[in-house]
């Protein structure tokens, strides 16, 4: 074969026996889940109408006045976005803690049991329909670099991806942003007329409805099940919200 005309960069990506890229679907999709922090957003400001919105029905139910029905609501909303906010701090903290933890687990283990973690590998790559020669000469090359093997059981044994720990503040401050914002809206109408609780219902159900679509679609799932699902659960917590505070109230 005449690689004569071959680009030097074809020729240094088959120098190690991979080929190019052949043509084919976008090697990135173009979706939500590509900006953390508009996925962050988004995942915070899903929920966040539930609560605001569920409790100024119930407190209406229980014929209390409007005022204490949006300080009540602002409150939930800011205290809701807080918590969120700590919340997914805390989580990509423990993330970052739990990797680096199994991660130094794993670099001993390379050092003190080779043996059991080259068959480990093995394992890993026969599940994979690797047999022979081929799976001798596979183990060999992952394990001849220690951080290439490790990479790997972290990825294929344990099921672990390194987190980003340096996102752990502007995932709080997004996904909490987002969850406040959201629980405004449902507020908002009661601001301009106390008597706005249908119009406040109406942009709960549609902020509801958006947001489930734009958060299952980060996910890849379904967006019309996603804005079903959500639109349901903060319909479902209204109606309880409403028949407690109208029990309890009178």
Known sequence: MDTTSQTPEATAVNRDGLWPM??????????????PLLRDFVHGAADGPVLPFALALGLSGAAIGTAPIIVAGLAAAVAGGIAVGLRGYLATCDAADHYAAERRKEEEETVEYVDRERWEVAAILHRYGVRGDALHLAVDSICADQRRWVDFMMRFELDLKEPEPQRAAACAVTTGGGHLLAGLIPVAPLLVDGGALAVSGALTGAALAVFGWLRARANGMPPLRGAMQTLATGAVAAAAAFIVARAVGG
């Open 22 to 35: 052949p043509p084919g679907p976008p090697h990135e999709e173009a979706h939500i889940a590509q900006s």
